[in-house]
Nanobody, 117 residues
C-alpha cells in the first residue's frame, strides 16, 4: 500500500521560512519518478487547495498566492518531495499535504504550519 508522510511544519513568525518534506513509500519506488507530485493545503473551515505541483520533466506550477515565495522540488532516489516556504504570511497557516496530481494516494495526516507573531 502506498503511503505519504509529511513533516517539517511548525510555528513560525511572519516573514520566516520552513521546509516541508514528504516521503512516499510502498509499492511505488520505481514509479515515483513518473508521477506528478504536488503539495496541497487546507486552512480551518476551507477546502483543500493546490499549492504547487512538479512533473517528471520538472515542469512546475504554482498557485498565484505562493508564486515567488515557495519552491517545490523532488528527489526521486529518496521518493521525497519538498516544499521550501519563504516569506511566510499569516494566511499561509494551514495543514499541508502532499499527493499526486490528480490525487491517487490516500491522504496522509499532513503537517501543520502556523504563521503567527
Amino acid at each position: 500500500q502506498v503511503q505519504v508522510v509529511e513533516s517539517g511544519g511548525g510555528l513560525v513568525q511572519p516573514g520566516g521560512s520552513l521546509r516541508l518534506s514528504c516521503v512516499v513509500s510502498g509499492r511505488i519506488p520505481s514509479l515515483f519518478s513518473t508521477m506528478v507530485m504536488a503539495w496541497y493545503r487546507q486552512a480551518p473551515g476551507q477546502e483543500r487547495e493546490l499549492v504547487a505541483d512538479l512533473t517528471p520533466a520538472n515542469r512546475i506550477h504554482y498557485a498565484d498566492f505562493v508564486k515567488g515565495r515557495f519552491t517545490i522540488s523532488r528527489d526521486n532516489a529518496k521518493t521525497t518531495v519538498y516544499l521550501q516556504m519563504n516569506s511566510l504570511k499569516p494566511e499561509d497557516t494551514a495543514v499541508y499535504f502532499c499527493n499526486t496530481n490528480p490525487r491517487a494516494i490516500t491522504w496522509g495526516q499532513g503537517t501543520q504550519v502556523t504563521v503567527s507573531s
